[in-house]
């Protein structure tokens, strides 16, 4: 058996400058890694949609893209690139013809029968498809945030007397670019759906058809909801945080930061959600983004904490809890309930926050105390600041 310590110390040497080497490229691939999503910061390819049962009636709602039921060969087709930002919005659905809307309502009609199943304990629930817009041949299409128009169908179908159980669907899109569906449970929550995997519960009915108390509005749900609004789809929270931590890698100083931070966003997050006032997503979002690039590119500047520091970070942070109160709104109260969704809402968000905190130590715990440590946060900032340029412009302009 060969013992490191026997080996001839100029070996050994090279031994830890190997393992020096290979950590500091795993460290600075894991940054890229982190970085790449900033592309779609809050533009997920996903379709929305939301799902109610009542008096033994199940009732749905999907909004599609417009230019995607477009044939693509078509002699309409949007501008640019399909799907980017403001490409294909009111102006354009408006120079199609009712034979082209016709189209697009077979188009979304079929994609949905083959795509949207829905079943109950097992049981393949039917529905019928409407298209509450098309009061008109022509309709005026509603738009989304990314400036594109959007088709609404409305899906209802009964549920078989006294069967009980699961309320469970399946999104079995087979694309080659699959779409992601996020759908809204009433006073339950919001679920990502994947694309072919498994049935996902939404609720569970009873034999009248009711949803059963276990599906009721907790504690634990809004918890997981504000955890999930950082992690896995907070990514401009994600950066946020990391530009606190590569300020000064400290307990304390990132103790101050963060305790500011969590005081400032609970502060605009309760006032927002009770209704004191409201600023609108599109000058908050930016501000966001550029709140990002600051500390960024401040890191690069500075290398420890000043008082200074936390009362803006502070500041930024009356910034992030309006948009997580945007977030929370959308996700809609239980009727009469609004400490508790508040309170699980901000401790999810919390505990996202510092699984952060404590992913970005132990990605760098061995550079710490080391010179590569410099090259890393340096690095490491200057994705942070020029990510939070990127989104400020794409908010601002797309």
Not at 15 to 20: A, C, T, V
Not at 23 to 50: C, D
Not at 62 to 70: C, R, T
Not at 252 to 275: D, E, N, Y
């Amino acid at each position: 058996m060969i013992v490191l310590s026997h080996l001839p110390r100029n070996l050994s040497r090279m031994g830890i400058s190997l393992f020096n080497t290979c950590w500091r490229h795993f460290l600075l691939l894991s940054l890229i890694i982190l970085a790449a999503p900033l592309a779609n910061a809050h533009a997920m390819k996903q379709v929305r949609g939301e799902i109610t049962v009542e008096n033994g009636v199940w009732q749905g709602s999907i909004w599609l893209e417009a230019w995607a039921l477009y044939p693509e060969d078509g002699p309409k087709i949007p501008p640019g690139t399909p799907g980017d930002p403001n490409t294909a919005g009111r102006a354009w659905a408006g120079k199609l013809d009712p034979a082209d809307h016709a189209i697009m309502r077979k188009v979304a009609a079929e994609f949905l029968s083959e795509t949207f199943q829905l079943t109950l304990n097992g049981q393949r629930l039917e529905g019928e498809y409407h298209f509450p817009e098309y009061t008109v041949e022509v309709p005026e299409l509603k738009e989304n945030d990314a400036g594109n128009a959007l088709v609404r169908i409305d899906l209802q179908g009964k549920l078989p007397p006294g069967l009980a159980g699961p309320l469970a669907l399946t999104w079995q899109d087979d694309e080659d670019e699959p779409l992601a569906l996020l759908i809204k449970v009433p006073e339950i929550r919001e679920i990502q759906i994947a694309p072919r995997q498994a049935p996902v519960v939404l609720m569970n009915l009873d034999a009248t058809g009711t949803v059963s108390a276990s599906t009721d509005s907790s504690l634990l749900t809004w918890i997981i909801a504000g955890f999930k609004h950082i992690l896995p789809l907070g990514v401009d929270h994600i950066f946020f945080i990391l530009g606190l931590f590569f300020l000064q890698p400290k307990w304390k100083p990132l103790l101050w930061q963060t305790s500011a931070f969590t005081l400032a966003h609970s502060i605009t997050l309760a006032m927002v959600v009770l209704g004191v006032f409201t600023i609108s997503p599109k000058i908050v979002e930016p501000m966001i983004a550029l709140s990002i690039a600051y500390v960024g590119i401040e890191n690069l500047w500075i290398r420890e904490l000043k008082p200074w520091r936390v009362g803006l970070v502070f500041g930024l942070g009356l910034l992030h809890g309006m948009g997580f109160a945007s977030v929370m709104k959308e996700l809609e109260l239980p009727k009469g309930q609004v400490i508790q969704p508040l309170v699980g809402f901000n401790l999810g968000v919390e505990c996202g926050q510092m699984t952060v905190l404590a992913a970005a130590f132990a990605l760098t715990f061995w550079f710490l105390k080391k010179r590569a440590f410099t090259t890393i946060r340096k690095v490491a900032s200057a994705i942070i600041g020029l990510t939070g340029l990127y989104w400020t412009v794409e908010r601002i302009w797309f």
